[in-house]
């Protein structure tokens, strides 16, 4: 795939735990075109 040229950083802050797991499912996990920091996987523990 390659290194991406381009970056994001998302916040949180704005949403609930539901709400963000909910973004992270549909829009993060499992997708191909978006590399997660490690570390930052588990929208639960950050793990």
């Given at each position: 795939?390659?290194?991406?040229?381009?970056?994001?950083?998302?916040?949180v802050e704005e949403y609930t735990f539901g709400e963000w797991e909910g973004v992270y499912n549909e829009c993060v996990k499992g997708k191909d075109n978006v590399l997660v920091k490690p570390g930052y996987t588990n929208p639960k523990t950050f793990e």
């Open positions: 795939m390659g290194k991406p040229n381009k970056y994001i950083s998302v916040s």
